[in-house]
């Protein structure tokens, strides 16, 4: 993980690889934003001129390498797009400066450390940027760089390249207490962010139900929180049909996995629910050539709630937050479920199976009925579940279903705040009669057209009644198969995560939505 402190020194006389400054779009080139004065004066003023003449604009991802001048003692200057002029000189969006610094963290990678002099005038702003280029440093390297025995043995390997080792966040209060407060919540949240993007981005030979929960287990031990967990024989006993049913032709068993933080002054519980489906081939009803490939990120979900719950405990916050992760890996063999199958949910509903591919509901159906079962004031699950809300709103914002439309608001308003794209999806009661099943109380299937809300409300039957419910689909943004941009990496990217703890924030605050 990328070290990060509030540096005490000036832009000019720290000793780093790199300067970052941010440079916004004007009407008549480059604008310089606040944090670069330092570095301007280096430049005898003529940084923004100069920045023009090697075609910088000051469009957002936009970067610039060029030498430092004399005056600094960084030899190098990275001059980083933030888009248009705010109207106001200090105003600059949040989300702005975390894709800047994003951007600026990953031109860097290998480089030991980089002083940041963007905008920090606010604790907002400070936060924004720590939190950029934290989630911009991040690197996959656990299955690369090993030793090449095929190598002649004097030859040296470098490895893959590591990211940038530390990040000096400039123009700050570092004896502030607001402000030091602000960069280790960046810190303690963001490295639960590139948790659960390392857990995503795990191949699935490696990351299955069972490692998983070893992995939830040692976290709880690490942090206090308690995790209870029902292995295949536990969840037959308690009669998780839908688990269960999903998980049985694998030859790697489901599990469910519970996390209980708890605070002595907490007056609202909060319950999250992931959707864990480690390898989704699709089961019998199997998909496609070209659609299994990434098929290891079906559990970001689970991914999303684990890292939500475990920052809600480093961060010490005054509410009950539950977590509880539906864990199976989907897969065809002789012991799997068959479309035409009925199985027993844990509520004692029957849901006849008419497509194996539909099997994340299967799991979450389940674990909101046992979530109901503890009376939170609130449930959010959070699930890669359909390839329609894809369709609906593409690869990088995710949609909000929920039984109550003020916390469905509260949800999207939260999203925004901490930028995540996100956009609220209604439950047409219309489209419930498409899942009427002549065998079973619901199929698991509906009207093809509407397949996000479909979903949605093949949920909305497993949560308990005056609970206020709300279902994340983050099917698009939780997988980026793209080039880098921003601070958004290739592969797993931790979406929901910021969102959820912002929501548990706001809970502890007593304004739940």
């Known amino acids: 993980m990328t070290a990060l402190t509030l540096s005490t020194a000036g832009a000019a006389t720290l000793r780093a690889d790199a300067l970052v400054v941010g440079v916004a779009k004007g009407v008549k080139g480059p604008v310089l934003a606040p944090g670069s004065e330092a570095v301007d004066k280096a430049f005898d003023g003529k940084l923004a001129a100069v920045l023009a003449t090697l075609g910088a604009t000051g469009a ?7 030498p430092a001048a004399s005056g600094l003692k960084a030899p190098v200057v990275v001059a980083v797009g933030l888009g248009p002029v705010p109207d106001k000189e200090d105003a600059y969006d949040a989300e702005a400066l975390r894709r800047a610094a994003g951007t600026a963290a990953r031109a860097l990678s290998g480089s030991k ?14 936060a924004a940027v720590a939190e950029g280029a934290l989630l911009g440093s991040y690197a996959f390297t656990a299955y690369q760089g090993g030793e090449n025995k095929l190598a002649p043995k004097d030859a040296k390997d470098s490895g893959p390249k590591q990211p940038l080792a530390e990040v000096a966040l400039l123009g700050g209060k570092p004896r502030d207490k607001a402000y030091k407060a602000a960069v280790e919540r960046a810190l303690a949240l963001v490295e639960e962010i590139n948790r659960a993007r390392d857990l995503i981005n795990t191949p699935p030979n490696d990351l299955y139900p069972e490692s998983f929960a070893a992995v939830a287990t040692a976290a709880g031990k690490e942090h206090g929180i308690k995790v209870q967990v029902l292995d295949e024989k536990a969840l037959v006993k308690g009669g998780f049909g839908g688990i269960l049913g999903v998980g049985q032709g694998s030859a790697n068993g489901p599990r469910l996995v519970k996390l209980a933080y708890t605070h002595p002054k907490a007056e609202k519980t909060l319950a999250l629910v992931g959707k864990g489906i480690t390898y989704d081939s699709g089961g019998i009803s199997l998909k496609p050539a070209g659609h299994n490939e990434t098929m290891k990120c079906d559990m970001s979900g689970a991914a999303a709630v684990f890292a939500a719950v475990v920052t809600a405990a480093r961060l010490g916050l005054k509410v009950n937050v ?43 159906g389940d674990a909101l009925t046992r979530a109901s079962e503890e009376k939170p004031d609130a449930i959010v699950d959070v699930a890669t579940l359909t390839g329609a ?44 009669k498409g899942m009427d099943s002549p065998t079973a109380d619901i199929a698991n299937m509906g009207e093809r057209m509407g397949g996000g809300l479909v979903a949605g409300l093949f949920l909305k039957e497993f949560v308990g009644e005056g609970i206020a419910w709300a279902h994340l689909d983050i099917a698009g943004p939780a997988f980026h198969e793209g080039a880098p941009y921003g601070y958004t990496p290739k592969g797993g990217t931790g979406s929901a995560v910021r969102t959820l703890v912002r929501l548990a924030e706001r809970t502890a605050d007593g304004d739940l939505g």
């Open 322 to 364: 539950t977590g509880w992760l539906a864990l199976a890996e989907n897969m065809p063999s002789g012991n799997a479920t068959r479309p035409g199958d009925v199985l027993r949910m844990y509520s004692g509903k029957t849901v006849e199976v008419l497509n194996t591919d539909a099997e994340g509901r299967l799991v979450l």
């Open 113 to 126: 450390k980089a002083g940041f002099a963007l905008p920090a005038g606010s604790v907002e702003d400070a």
């Open 60 to 66: 957002e991802g936009e970067l610039t390498k060029l």
């Open 389 to 432: 809300m894809v369709l609906a709103l593409g690869n990088r914002t995710f949609g909000i279903m929920a039984n109550d439309d003020a916390f469905r608001t509260s949800i999207h308003e939260i999203a925004e705040e901490v930028g995540e794209a996100s956009w609220p999806m209604p439950l047409p009661a219309d489209l419930r």
